[in-house]
């Protein structure tokens, strides 16, 4: 009897000298680790009255929204919270990039087999924000599908480490040039336009075969 009481004042006296992440695994609940993701994509450059280029975020565009153009650059933001009351450590931002198109600045390194953009954004206090910008640009139109004239894209974006993640996605749709021929011979290209050409939406698929390469951070955090 006298083993047993000296066993069990040495059994309390190891748990209270245990730290607190030691001690949930006694029956204290560890804290709740949160995280959310923001992903918009801005529509296309507006030019204002004074020659500013106007860039407005939203978090999707839909056919009757203003459409991209073969070849033109595309930009997302994405914001990343730590919605949670305790610090977020080794924490993981993946961007995964839809056909057709191709990213040309920002953060992490980008990966062409798997056609994903992925870096470390390191920790983050409590409700502490991150945001991030991505260039991409679309491929030329003999590149496009031929049987598409217009169609929407998504791009997602992720993050997470351990113990949290959170998803979210932009749409945006592009647009073909449609090709005619006048009567000298000169080829000219007109973007479709009208209603009817937003009936048809089909997702993009398809497989672009590469070697990754290092993008140049554009911007980290605000």
Known sequence: ???????????VA??????SSAQAQYGQPAPVQTILIDKMVAK???????????????DNLTPSDPRFSPGQEVMFKLKVKNTSGVTL???????YVPAYIDPVEGP?????????????????APGEEKTYFIKMRLLSQDKMPANKGL???TNKGQVYNGYASDDDSAQFCVEKMVVATT?????????????EAGILLLGAQGILMGVGYDLKKLAEQS
């Open 151 to 153: 169609f929407c894209l």
């Open 44 to 58: 296309p450059y507006i030019q204002t009255k004074g020659g500013v280029v106007d860039t407005q975020y939203v």
């Open 14 to 19: 190891v748990i209270t000298l245990l730290p």
């Open 1 to 11: 009897m006298k083993n047993f009481i000296l066993s069990l004042i040495a059994f």
């Open 89 to 95: 450590n080794n924490v993981t931002v993946k961007d």
């Open 108 to 124: 992490g390194t980008y990966d062409s087999t798997s056609r994903v953009i992925a870096w470390d954004a390191g920790s983050f």
């Open 183 to 195: 009567k000298g011979g000169l080829v000219t290209t007109t973007p479709k336009s009208g209603p």
